[in-house]
């Protein structure tokens, strides 16, 4: 893939939040996390763990958590990607709970271009109840939620987002 290739590639990918709910088959889960496990991280601890969500009952609770958006329980499939605390802070102490979130966006960003890869759309959603995620998936006390990705076969918007300039994102040298 040459530079052009990979940039249009990266402006095709956009978040889908309407999903025909066929399900995804384990092969496109598995290149997910194949794809995730590949990022980097810091020290290379991989302060990152996944739960992958199908049940359509563990879903509506996740939607409800999400404050009812309604893609997550259609997506067939919703990894909430976590930064497990314990791994980075056993290293950089309190500066690893910094790096475990940091380790946790960056495995979700791969998962997400992942799926693009494989023909599937997803959404990335921050906005949830922490606790209401956490008592859904049984999560541990060292371990935080950071976002749910909703993944499956969906129809993307018919027209790209408007996106700023990049100039309106770039200081040089200094701010």
């Known amino acids: 893939m040459n530079s052009s290739d990979f940039l249009r590639f990266l402006k095709t990918r956009s978040s889908v ?16 996390l194949a794809a995730a496990r590949t990022a980097p991280s810091a020290g290379n601890r991989e302060a990152w763990d996944v739960v992958i969500v199908t049940y359509e009952d ?6 409800l958590a999400a404050f009812e958006q309604v893609h997550i329980r259609e997506a067939p499939a919703v ?4 930064a497990n605390y314990v791994r980075s802070m056993s290293h950089y102490g309190e500066r690893g709970i910094l790096y475990a ?4 966006t960056i495995a979700c960003t791969y998962m997400m271009l992942a799926a693009h890869a494989r023909g599937l759309h997803s959404c990335w959603t921050g906005a949830f109840n922490e606790d209401s995620v956490r008592e859904t998936l049984g999560l541990p006390q060292h371990v935080r939620p950071v976002a ?3 993944v499956g076969r969906g129809t993307p918007p ?3 987002m408007e ?3 990049v100039d ?7 701010w």
């Open 17 to 32: 939040r309407e999903y025909s709910g066929e399900p995804l088959d384990p092969e496109d889960i598995d290149y997910i």
């Open 58 to 63: 563990a879903r509506e609770e996740l939607a």
């Open 79 to 82: 990894f909430a990607v976590c």
């Open 101 to 104: 979130v940091q380790d946790a």
């Open 148 to 150: 749910l990705l909703a």
């Open 158 to 160: 018919l027209e790209p």
């Open 163 to 165: 996106r700023m300039p």
């Open 168 to 174: 309106e994102h770039t200081h040089r040298e200094t």
